[in-house]
């Protein structure tokens, strides 16, 4: 029984529109499923990846309007690393954010910025094996698109002894000085450990709420027996309409949750209309009217484009603020 690598990771935003403007424009993601927080309904719960919603290319945000820029510490990720094609790509992305007002820093592994919440991005040469996974974008090149998240970096206040609970526990294995590499049969995923700043970390606008592991369907309730024989206080398996989940904190403080593959984000939308409508949960379509009145309407650039025939959400962003926008 092996772990597939990464299902996706969960942050938090303070502007719903804002976030999509950044991942599914400026970075080229595909928004592909716009649905409300299961527990939390009246806020947004948003999805993003590459053409199909694959596990592996998934990030996603709650949206809490307004929130406070928080500040990852002890048992919190603090970056979150994705890849692309080839050197000349992070010379492409270099440019194209510069140019869109968003800071980036050259590292000795690629490119850095962060998110407008302040989420920190790197992005690396994905030269280790992973099949791309990788959006749609008319301003993106195909050769130059993201292709799915490579790793992960969180906080710890041992950072450097080896966590047997990721080891022999959920099948990663130790690479020594904090790094981790989980690798299922398709995709790996790179896990490590920095020492913790000083100061606490508070969780807020541009922090991780928490990353998901992706299990076959099959091995789900295993996994779940195996976390709970390993002293963790797992879950009940949680039905989130495009996968079941498990959680559980990890002993470092790092909130972990342990997703099936199936049945993916075409269980409810056309895939060629992923993330255009609003899905309600089940037990929750009864609030659907009144959630309307709620939630912010946003604009998905693909939608703006195509309603706009060549467009691209720059003009889209240009239109009047009392033309009708989109509503799912
Ligand atoms: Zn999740």
């Given at each position: 029984?092996?772990?597939?690598?990464?299902?996706?990771?969960?942050?938090?935003?303070?502007?719903?529109?804002?976030?999509?403007?950044?991942?599914?424009?400026?970075?080229?993601?595909?928004?592909?499923?716009?649905?409300?927080?299961?527990?939390?309904?009246?806020?947004?719960?948003?999805?993003?990846?590459?053409?199909?919603?694959?596990?592996?290319?998934?990030?996603?945000?709650?949206?809490?309007?307004?929130?406070?820029?928080?500040?990852?510490?002890?048992?919190?990720?603090?970056?979150?690393t994705l890849g692309v094609?080839?050197p000349?790509a992070l010379?492409?992305w270099a440019?194209?954010?510069?140019?869109?007002?968003?800071?980036?820093a050259r590292t000795d592994r690629g490119l850095s910025?962060?998110?407008?919440?302040?989420?920190?991005?790197e992005l690396v040469v994905a030269?280790?094996?992973?099949?791309?996974?990788?959006?749609?974008?008319?301003?993106?090149?195909?050769?130059?698109?993201?292709?799915?998240?490579e790793?992960?970096?969180?906080?710890?206040?041992?950072?450097?002894?080896?966590?047997?609970?990721?080891?022999?526990?959920?099948?990663?294995?130790?690479?020594?000085?904090?790094?981790?590499?989980?690798?299922?049969?398709?995709?790996?995923?790179?896990?490590?450990?920095?020492?913790?700043?000083?100061?606490?970390?508070?969780?807020?606008?541009?922090?991780?709420?928490?990353?998901?592991?992706?299990?076959?369907?099959?091995?789900?309730?295993?996994?779940?027996?195996?976390?709970?024989?390993?002293?963790?206080?797992?879950?009940?398996?949680?039905?989130?309409?495009?996968?079941?989940?498990?959680?559980?904190?990890?002993?470092?403080?790092?909130?972990?949750?342990?997703?099936?593959?199936?049945?993916?984000?075409?269980?409810?939308?056309?895939?060629?209309?992923?993330?255009?409508?609003?899905?309600?949960?089940?037990?929750?379509?009864?609030?659907?009217?009144?959630?309307?009145?709620?939630?912010?309407?946003?604009?998905?650039?693909?939608?703006?484009?195509?309603?706009?025939?060549?467009?691209?959400?720059?003009?889209?962003?240009?239109?009047?603020?009392?033309?009708?926008?989109?509503?799912?």
């Open positions: 029984m092996k772990l597939e690598g990464l299902h996706h990771i969960t942050m938090i935003t303070g502007d719903a529109q804002r976030n999509v403007d950044f991942y599914a424009d400026v970075l080229g993601l595909r928004l592909v499923k716009k649905t409300i927080n299961f527990d939390q309904p009246e806020a947004y719960h948003l999805y993003f990846g590459d053409e199909t919603g694959a596990p592996g290319s998934i990030l996603t945000w709650f949206e809490f309007a307004g929130a406070q820029r928080g500040r990852p510490g002890v048992g919190m990720i603090h970056t979150i094609p080839s000349a010379d492409f440019a194209r954010l510069v140019e869109q007002g968003h800071a980036v910025f962060a998110d407008p919440d302040g989420l920190a991005l030269d280790d094996g992973n099949p791309p996974l990788a959006a749609v974008h008319p301003d993106v090149p195909a050769e130059h698109a993201i292709t799915g998240a790793g992960a970096r969180a906080y710890s206040s041992f950072a450097p002894v080896e966590e047997k609970v990721l080891t022999d526990t959920l099948g990663f294995d130790y690479l020594g000085d904090g790094e981790y590499r989980l690798q299922g049969a398709r995709r790996h995923f790179r896990w490590a450990y920095d020492q913790a700043p000083p100061a606490v970390g508070a969780p807020g606008a541009g922090t991780v709420h928490h990353i998901a592991w992706a299990s076959q369907d099959d091995d789900h309730l295993r996994w779940q027996a195996r976390v709970g024989e390993a002293g963790g206080h797992v879950t009940d398996v949680r039905d989130r309409d495009y996968f079941n989940a498990i959680y559980f904190r990890e002993p470092r403080g790092v909130l972990f949750e342990i997703a099936t593959m199936s049945p993916g984000f075409a269980a409810d939308e056309d895939p060629d209309r992923l993330g255009e409508g609003l899905r309600v949960p089940r037990q929750h379509e009864h609030l659907r009217d009144q959630l309307q009145g709620i939630l912010t309407p946003l604009v998905n650039p693909r939608t703006a484009r195509r309603e706009q025939g060549t467009g691209t959400i720059h003009e889209a962003a240009a239109t009047p603020s009392d033309t009708p926008r989109v509503v799912g």
